[in-house]
């Protein structure tokens, strides 16, 4: 069974609305990574939380960690065209050496001008 | 500059052949990987290095020998391709392999097997 749901698999939205992306691991979590990826430039990353009940923000993209460190929402505020790609949660569950991240499938976000 | 670059990004080979992708990043990051997203777009790690040494081997097939001549560099040979082997891979790094530090990916090798 997957280990770490994306949920929405995909969604549409029209410019200007809010959307939130959810990512849920079976297990606690030492870290929990936030990337997008765009057709032909790889993964940027976006943000990293470690701390129970953390939240960060950058512009207009929200990113929380519940407090039992294993639930992450993404949320966008008035999306815009530049917001649309696949969003992938990455889980850290190493808690030490042999570091590597587990990804879910991915949310395939577009956004309607 | 791009901080992981690979080469080269997309290729178009036949079954039976060997190929190499080629992986660089400026960072100075002691640790890279090798992750493949196959056509699911289901991102997975092969391989990772800690200063030239093998950490992670995720039972990948051994036609797939990573190499790396230094810590800046990790490339990725393929003997004897499959049609399976079709896929996006992508190298990745980050200062350290312990947990807190953040995997920088490049852009992806689109490698399409004929």
């Known amino acids: 069974s997957q280990e770490l749901e994306q949920s929405p698999q995909s969604l549409i939205v029209q410019e200007g609305k809010n959307l939130t992306i959810n990512c849920t691991s079976s297990k606690t979590l030492y870290g929990l990574y936030w990337y997008k990826q765009k057709y032909g430039e790889g993964l940027i990353f976006l943000m990293m939380?470690?701390?129970?009940?953390e939240e960060k923000s950058h512009e207009k993209i929200t990113a929380k960690l519940d407090e039992k460190k294993q639930q992450s929402s993404l949320h966008i505020t008035a999306s815009q065209p530049s917001h649309a790609g696949i969003y992938l949660c990455?889980?850290?569950?190493?808690?030490?050496?042999?570091?590597?991240?587990?990804f879910g499938k991915g949310t395939l976000l577009t956004v309607n001008p | 500059d791009t901080a992981v670059s690979q080469t080269p990004k997309y290729l178009v080979t036949q079954m039976g052949n060997d190929k190499s992708i080629k992986c660089e990043q400026n960072?100075?990051?002691?640790?890279m990987y090798w992750y493949k997203q196959d056509s699911k777009k289901f991102l997975k790690i092969m391989f990772s290095?800690?200063?030239?040494?093998?950490?992670i081997n995720e039972t990948v097939p051994n036609r797939f020998s990573p190499k790396s001549p230094d810590k800046a560099h990790l490339n990725l040979h393929i003997n004897s391709l499959e049609l399976g082997d079709s896929a996006v891979y992508f190298c990745?790094?980050?200062?350290?392999?312990?947990?807190?530090?953040?995997?920088?990916f490049g852009e992806g090798s689109w490698l399409t097997v004929v």
């Open positions: 939380l470690q701390k129970g009940g």
């Open positions: 990455g889980a850290d569950r190493s808690g030490g050496s042999n570091y590597k991240l587990t």
């Open positions: 290095y800690n200063n030239k040494e093998l950490i």
């Open positions: 990745a790094s980050s200062q350290e392999w312990i947990s807190g530090n953040t995997i920088y």
């Open positions: 960072l100075g990051h002691d640790t």
